[in-house]
């Protein structure tokens, strides 16, 4: 039995063979590998989504069309990683969705992500008569200026204080989930 694969593999009886740097190789049979019948891996989109900070603390609220799938609540900057954007950095992507969202706002970006959330599109909502599974990576910036002009895909906007509203009565699904956990909630 070969210890890391504990009873999935065993050394089988062929001769141990020599290859570089003095490793010595032995045939493996593979006995029996279970399946997991019925499971299907999901696939997610990714999202990239900012709190937008002010000095005094409140972060960037958008409010959401009343047709998508945050109606009736607030949405935060950002927005999907384009099929092209592969090889484009989290920060660059960023900037391209905060400038399509909110116009030429400028910020001081932390790189690392501070939150996760999922958040699910309705078939209904979607053109494609299927449900999209989005993930939400969080990112904090720092507000140093420009004027916040919303696009057609946000109504409005409002700088909210985290830690005075109640984020549910804001905030819904993937986004409620994110803002939760960069509360440590």
Not at 105 to 130: D, M, N, Y
Not at 132 to 154: D, Q, W
């Amino acid at each position: 039995m070969i210890p890391a694969l504990g009873r999935l593999a065993e050394w089988s009886n062929a001769p141990h063979l020599k290859c570089g740097r003095g490793a010595i190789l032995s045939e493996v049979r593979i006995l029996h590998l279970p399946l997991r019948m019925g499971k299907e891996k999901d696939l997610y989109q990714i999202s990239l989504k900012l709190f937008l900070k002010r000095n005094d603390g409140k972060i960037l609220a958008l409010k959401a069309v009343d047709d998508g799938s945050y109606a009736g609540f607030y949405d935060l900057p950002g927005g999907r990683i384009d099929t092209d954007e592969l090889e484009t950095s989290f920060p660059e992507i960023i900037r391209r969705e905060v400038a399509e969202e909110i116009g030429a706002v400028e910020f001081r970006l932390q790189e690392k992500p501070v939150a996760v959330g999922r958040h699910r599109i309705p078939a209904a909502l979607t053109g494609s008569g299927k449900d999209i599974h989005v993930l939400y990576l969080f990112f904090e910036a720092s507000y140093t200026g420009g004027e916040v002009r919303v696009s057609e895909e946000h109504t409005g906007y409002e700088w909210l204080d985290l830690a005075v509203i109640d984020p549910s009565e804001y905030f819904t699904s993937g986004i409620l989930e994110g803002v939760q956990m960069y509360l440590g909630k």
